[in-house]
């Protein structure tokens, strides 16, 4: 195996290693965060532009596929939880990972001149650049709500801290909304396995 055999997996890993050495470095200059932000969204647009040319947009179905087995549960009599790792994209999906790439991209750039903690800025960034390609990617349910609930919370905090003259009446709007959009993609997923689930006898 090698790395062209895991973009999808390098494109949610390199921002998120980007936050985590954003959150450890020992210097406070605020431009080396900026710098390291950039650095690691210039790489997704390089993983991008790879995913890019060897995707083949005659083909239908999934492309670029990686998959590994992840977690297995059994629950008693209901029977087992078997969540795959499972990352790919289609002819839908494919656009929108870079539209997200470019769209972030141009975000980190819009967002240059912000000083005030700017350490938690740049890494919440990130974090919520690989979440939004993680939703995107995945092809596991479980895996999707993982990625989705993993979005809001750096989205709470960037609009809670850094937003407009209201945005701690908005950061409580967009939790209180999410939240209950949240239980709903929870329930929905439990009756679907609830629906399909073969019971151990």
Known sequence: LTMIDHLLSLLIATPLFGALTIAFWPAQRTEDFRLIALGALIIELLIAG??????????????????????????????????????????????????????????????????????????????????????????????????????????YFLIGLWGGPRREYAALKFFVYTFFGSLLILLVMIGLYLSVIDPVE
């Not at 977690?71 to 009599?77: K, N, R």
């Not at 790792?85 to 819009?110: C, E, K, Q, R």
């Not at 650049?129 to 989705?148: M, R, V």
């Open 50 to 155: 790879t995913m890019y040319f060897l995707f083949d947009s005659q083909v239908t179905g999934m492309q670029l596929s990686e998959t590994a087995d992840w977690i297995t549960l059994p629950i008693g009599s209901l029977g087992i939880i078997s969540v795959d790792y499972a990352l790919a994209v289609d002819g839908i999906s494919f656009p929108l990972v870079l539209l997200a790439v470019i769209v972030l991209f141009v975000g980190l750039v819009s967002s240059w001149n912000i000083i005030a903690k700017a350490r938690a800025y740049f890494a919440l960034y990130l974090v919520l650049s690989g979440s939004i390609l993680g939703c995107f990617l995945a092809q596991d349910f479980f895996l999707f709500y993982l990625f989705f609930e993993f979005m809001l919370l750096p989205m």
